[in-house]
């Protein structure tokens, strides 16, 4: 065995795969279930909302449509009346302003980024807890995607991650599991990455998010309570579940340890 697979617990079985057709691979968190920042609601678009948080456009919207519906007033429609004469005479007077230029477009947006493969893939560096950072900043390294693990190997790196502060990159891991794993099983895998990534937002601070994710984590876990598949221990991560939801509600500004609120994935 290598050093490298005496570090990180894989042996050259689990090697990066291609990944499924129609995969666009990417940022898990954000592509398995996008949870906004700004207001911590999940937009499960098919395009990963990659233009924005429908529910922060939607509020943005309104009050767009509340400001025109004020702006329709006879008070507001008098005060447009006497703004193009009162901009004309400031124009025209002698010291009066230049009228502003026109605001510069803003800059073309940055290509997206893909991996050696060429799948989509953010670059930018990110914290332990998953969170982007600025281009060229030190960061965390992400786990390699597509690996194909054993349900056991998957587990057992998956549990490490947790215990060491790190349920971003412990939902990577089980990440791959979903992507690979046969049908039957894809809720079970998709289920433990949301704990994971659950957990993740409840140690960001984002109560609303947190407690969404992990509650959809265990809807998702409840038909294999009575199967145990691969020894995970579905009561007891219900029972955690409801355990930290409930803490989130009673103090949904305060984020929670990491590596101290983890989950035992096994008996």
């Known amino acids: ?30 592509w398995l279930d996008r949870v906004c920042e700004v207001c911590g609601r999940i937009d499960d678009r098919a395009d990963g909302g990659r233009d924005g948080c429908r529910f922060c456009a939607g509020e943005a919207a309104g009050r767009a449509d509340a400001e025109s519906v004020r702006a329709g007033s006879p008070e507001a429609a008098s005060v447009r009346e006497r703004a193009p004469e009162a901009a004309s005479t400031q124009a025209h007077a002698p010291g009066g302003a230049e009228p ?18 060429g799948r989509a893939r953010n670059a930018r560096p990110r914290d332990a807890l998953g969170r982007p950072l600025p281009y060229g900043a030190p960061g965390v390294a992400r786990q390699p995607e597509g690996v194909v693990r054993t349900p056991d190997a998957t587990l057992t790196e998956a ?16 990440e791959d599991a979903w992507k690979t ?6 809720a079970l895998w998709r289920g433990l990455a949301q704990l994971a990534v659950g957990l993740t937002h409840a140690a960001r601070a984002n109560a609303t998010g947190a407690v969404a994710l992990l509650d959809r984590g265990a809807a998702a876990l409840t038909p294999y309570a009575d199967t145990a598949p691969y020894g995970i221990d579905v009561a007891a991560l219900t029972t955690w579940v409801h355990g930290l939801t409930a803490r989130l509600r009673d103090a949904p500004a305060d984020p929670v340890p990491a590596a101290g609120s983890a989950p035992r994935l096994r008996a």
């Open 1 to 30: 065995m290598s050093d490298t697979e005496r570090d990180t617990g894989r042996t050259t079985a689990d090697t990066p795969r291609p990944a499924a057709t129609g995969d666009e691979g990417g940022d898990p968190a954000c």
């Open 181 to 186: 794993a046969p049908d039957p099983e894809r």
């Open 159 to 174: 549990q490490r991650l947790l215990d060491a502060g790190m349920p971003f990159h412990a939902h990577e891991v089980l």
């Open 100 to 117: 502003e230029a026109a605001a510069a477009p803003p800059p073309s947006a940055r290509s997206r980024d893909r991996d050696a493969d």
